[in-house]
């Protein structure tokens, strides 16, 4: 089991960049492949970021492609989010998952498939 915890969030103007975190504890950080969701107002929980067990591959929702950067530091058990060029459309609740079952190379898209989420950070783009 593992525990993860979002930090980083806040508000940042249309154009800014802002970086958050997730910090992880419990099992073998490694042994996790990593996603960052969003969820806005109304709106259902949404795929932006994923990074397999060691970094080896990367998968971006087409909406963040080319301004979010997803990284994870294994010593240091955490992974990241680099958002730049934010969009009001940005707005959301940011939530780290944790997917136990993937294998070294693997990432997973759906919600359905990460057994640990974070509690969430708020990310606020004012236009």
């Known amino acids: 089991q593992v525990q993860l915890v979002e930090s980083g969030g806040g508000l940042v103007q249309a154009g800014g960049s802002l970086r958050v975190?997730?910090?992880?504890?419990g099992r073998t950080f490694s042994s996790y492949a990593m996603g960052w969701f969003r969820q806005a107002?109304?709106?259902?929980?949404?795929?932006v970021a994923a990074i397999s067990r060691y970094g080896s591959r990367i998968s971006y929702a087409d909406s963040v492609k080319g301004r979010f950067t997803i990284s994870r530091d294994?010593?240091?058990?955490a992974v990241y989010l680099q958002m730049n060029s934010l969009k009001p459309e940005d707005t959301a609740v940011y939530y780290c998952a944790a997917d136990a079952d993937a294998g070294p190379i693997n990432i997973a898209i759906p919600p359905r498939d990460y057994d640990y989420w974070g509690q969430g950070t708020q990310v606020t783009v004012s236009s």
């Not at 975190?21 to 504890?25: E, F, G, N, Q, T």
């Not at 294994?74 to 058990?77: D, I």
Request: net charge positive.
């Open 41 to 47: 107002p109304g709106k259902e929980r949404e795929f």
């Open 21 to 25: 975190s997730c910090a992880a504890s």
């Open 74 to 77: 294994n010593a240091k058990n």
